[in-house]
């Protein structure tokens, strides 16, 4: 298994959504020339460059104000899509369901590791 740096540090990367409302100390935002009749899209571009992160666009519903879609995009042009579906809060889930299995072959990150 490949160990790669970590790509959230100092709240790139995905990290940001456990607390959407630190965004703006590390990213400077725009809104997005792909929003449309649906979506508001925003484009946050990270204050402290680093190659594990150039961009990430954010997909939020216009009538409901959900996230419904994160990419995040690297200096490299590799692309990673999050996409929310049947959006609940308060929920008791079964810890069953975040079981992951690593495929064979695939790349791991840590997050937790410095470079």
């Not at 809104?31 to 997909?59: M, Q």
């Not at 990419?71 to 975040?98: K, V």
Request: net charge negative; proline share 4%.
């Amino acid at each position: 298994m490949a160990r790669h740096p970590r790509i959230s540090a100092g709240g790139k990367g995905a990290s940001f959504l456990n607390d959407i409302r630190q965004m703006s100390r590390h990213f400077d935002i725009q809104l997005s020339e792909k929003s449309n009749v649906v979506y508001h899209v925003l484009h946050l571009v990270p204050k402290e460059k680093t190659p594990d992160l150039d961009h990430i666009l954010i997909w939020i519903n216009r009538d409901i104000y959900d996230i419904e879609t994160v990419a995040t995009y690297n200096q490299f042009g590799d692309e990673t899509i999050f996409r929310f579906t049947a959006i609940g809060f308060g929920q008791d889930l079964d810890p069953a369901m975040f079981r992951f299995d690593i495929p064979e072959g695939a790349d791991v990150v840590y997050l937790d590791e410095t470079q």
